[in-house]
């Protein structure tokens, strides 16, 4: 996995780039959920679940389909977050796939089940360039934790900045 801060950066960047008027706290709430929940498989190593086992760590909770399932789930409470449900739908959704995707670009573990159920295949994409986060928390606090940031700075933040900053430029221009 990359760090569960580092995939909160997504649905920041929606926020920033979309507005508080398209994507009110509420649904921003949801989004950054929606970014964490995959990595509550890393549980399942805890109760004996295989990491490689459909519902292992980045099995199941990592789909493609998940995500959508997810986002169709936290779109339903779209209206009682005073946001449009299809604006709800479409930033779970990024928010909630960002985090398979992400973790498909880190170097190490094994690799994600993106279309699980359908397939129990397990993908990384073709650029693995985000350093992988360790599974013990307190790692992150040594050297390697550093180096671990460094890469998910570079590689995560970045272009989140990039999206937010281009989505507050088109809304200036728009106003
Ligand atoms: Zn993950």
Redesign the pocket.
């Known amino acids: ?2 760090t569960p801060l580092s ?1 909160l950066a997504v649905p920041l960047a929606l926020t920033a780039a979309l507005g508080t008027d398209s994507v009110p706290p509420g649904l921003m709430a949801l989004a950054l959920v929606c970014a964490v929940l ?2 509550i ?2 549980l399942g190593l805890w109760l004996g679940i295989p990491y490689e086992h459909p519902f292992g ?2 099995g199941f909770t ?1 789909s493609l389909p998940f995500a959508v399932a997810l986002a169709g789930a936290g779109a339903l409470l779209a209206p009682s977050v005073g946001a449009d449900a299809s604006i709800a739908f479409w930033v779970l959704l990024a928010s909630a796939a960002s ?2 995707l ?2 498909a670009l880190t170097n190490g573990g094994l690799g ?1 089940a993106l279309f699980s159920p359908f397939s129990s295949r397990r993908y990384f994409l073709p650029w693995r360039v985000i350093e992988v986060s360790p599974l013990r928390p307190a790692v992150l606090f040594s050297r390697r934790g550093l180096h671990v940031l460094r890469s998910e700075m570079r590689w995560v933040w970045a272009p989140c900045l990039v999206l937010a900053l281009a989505g507050l430029a088109l809304r200036g221009l728009a106003d």
Do not use: E, N, T, W
């Open positions: 996995m990359a995939h995959p990595d498989d890393a760590h980045r990592h985090h398979g992400i973790d994600i």
